[in-house]
Every structure is written in structure tokens, then in C-alpha cells.
């Protein structure tokens, strides 16, 4: 499995404090079966305490040092989540190999908790004209996407991937981002689930519980999400194709995906 979004890098935002717990959570993803983590602290917001991303820099690469130096089997990445704003674009353009995923095309892009920018359609638009190529991390914690997943689909439409937090398939984030998770599942409006685990407490970073949570979801597809599209994404590639994104599907519920198939 590949872990496209976690806050591993110590000491820059609500992630880990220090390289000790940045270490251990490593070792628990690799326990849990983590070949690769992405390394995604967030950049541009106020969850930021570095503001000055030539110290981030300096910092990914102390760190990465120390992954090397150590005994984990496990790959790490560079990344970041990367908060919105509308002067993005000069910023992705300076410090691409910092905010994309392995200095590619690719990059883990934060809307606020509440809603989408009414300009968002436009802005992913002109991102991808410019070779950048958003990931909208756990859409299904955003209140507007909750209450209508058609926002979303504009956007995945328009040529933005999606990633789906596993904690929220667990319920871990609440009933409705659990119930927006399976919802946009069931849309084909999801690309990626992953952990954005910030500790080794109450978001451990672990993925090998998600198959078990989507009884009905073709196995296949759950290893897109959790292998192959983070795997074309890392490569800078094309990802595989999730299937078309659907809309006015019946809303279904957290428990229909646990319903017999034939029933
Ligand atoms: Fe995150």
C-alpha cells in the first residue's frame, strides 16, 4: 500500500513534534503494511508554523537523511498539503519540487473545512493549463461537498483527483463525512484513501482496516485507491481510470455498503 497523504515531517505543523515520533510513526506504517508514505505537511496555511518554505526545504532534507541513516524499509516522498488560495499559482510555479508530490505535476490541494470558493472551478482550470494537477484532500470532510457531492463533481469533472481520509470510513471524523466518504465512492468521485495520520494517537497513520469497511467495492478497485493511482501519481503518470463520475445517484447510506450484494 502507498499512503499519499500523512503529516510525517517533524516539527513544521500539527503533525509530529520531533524526529523520534516522526520515526515511530514510519515504523507503524510499515508494520501496518505501508510500502510508501508521502510525506504532506501542510504548506500555506496557518496550520504552518514554518512560513518560510526554504526552511521546509532544509527540513525534508535532514529528514529524509534520517529515514536513510535509520533500519526502515519503508520509501518515503516528498509532498505537501497544500492550502488554498487564489495566488497559488506564482507560488506551485517557485517551489514545485517542495509542494508537488516527487516534484511532478501532482499535488494535495486543502479547501477551508466549510466550503468551496465559488472561483474554484475556474482557478483548477487554470492550475491544469499550467501543468498542475490537484488532488482535493479529504473532500469528504468539507461541509459543502457534504451536503451536495454535485460541488465535488464539477470539480472532478473540470480535472481535479480526489482523496477519501480511511478514518472517515471508520467514522472517525463524524456521521456525515462518514456518509459523504461512501456517498462519493458510490459516485466514482473518489481516486485515493488514505490516512493524513498526524501521530501515533488518534490518527495513526494505517490503511489495512479500509478493505474491510467496503464489503461491496470490487477488491480491484479498492487496490486503485490504495495502490495504483498513488502509484501513477508518484510516477508522475496518468492514473487508472476510476470509472465515469456519476451524479443523482439515491443517496445510500453508511449501512447499505454493508447490505448482501444480491440483496
Ligand atoms: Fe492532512
Known amino acids: 500500500m502507498i499512503d499519499l497523504h500523512g503529516h510525517y515531517l517533524p516539527a513544521v505543523d500539527d503533525g509530529p513534534a520531533d524526529l523520534d515520533v516522526s520515526l515511530a510513526m514510519l515504523r507503524y506504517a510499515e508494520g501496518d503494511g505501508i510500502e510508501t508514505a508521502v510525506v504532506t505537511p501542510h504548506a500555506c496555511s496557518s496550520l504552518c508554523r514554518i512560513k518560510d518554505l526554504e526552511l521546509m526545504r532544509r527540513n525534508w532534507q535532514d529528514f529524509l537523511a534520517a529515514v536513510n541513516s535509520s533500519d526502515l524499509q519503508i520509501h518515503i516522498v516528498s509532498g505537501a498539503e497544500v492550502y488554498f488560495t487564489s495566488e497559488l499559482l506564482p507560488i506551485l510555479k517557485d517551489n514545485r519540487d517542495l509542494l508537488t508530490i516527487n516534484n511532478g505535476s501532482y499535488f494535495l490541494l486543502e479547501f477551508p473545512g466549510e466550503y468551496i470558493y465559488a472561483h474554484s472551478k475556474d482557478f483548477i482550470f487554470n ?16 461541509a459543502e461537498i ?28 463524524g456521521n456525515q463525512a462518514r456518509s459523504c466518504a461512501y456517498e462519493l465512492i458510490q459516485g466514482n468521485l473518489v481516486h485515493v484513501i488514505a490516512s ?17 469497511l467496503l ?9 486503485l485507491y490504495l495502490h495504483d493511482i498513488p502509484a501513477a501519481v508518484i510516477a508522475d503518470q496518468a492514473v487508472p481510470d476510476i470509472g465515469e463520475p456519476l ?13 448482501k450484494r444480491d440483496s
Not at 131 to 141: L, M, V
Not at 196 to 212: C, F, N, Q, T, W
Open 215 to 223: 464489503p461491496q467495492v470490487d477488491p480491484e478497485k479498492i487496490a
Open 247 to 259: 451524479l443523482n445517484q439515491p443517496r445510500r447510506t453508511f449501512f447499505d455498503f454493508f447490505k
Open 196 to 212: 493524513d495520520a498526524h501521530d501515533l494517537e488518534g490518527r495513526k497513520p494505517e490503511l489495512a482496516y479500509v478493505p474491510a
Open 127 to 142: 492550475i491544469l493549463t499550467e501543468g498542475f494537477i490537484p488532488i482535493i484532500s479529504h473532500a469528504e470532510r468539507n
Open 146 to 173: 457534504q451536503r451536495s457531492p454535485q460541488v465535488l463533481f464539477d470539480l472532478v469533472k473540470a480535472g481535479a483527483l480526489c482523496q477519501v481520509n480511511a478514518g472517515s470510513l471508520r467514522g472517525d471524523f
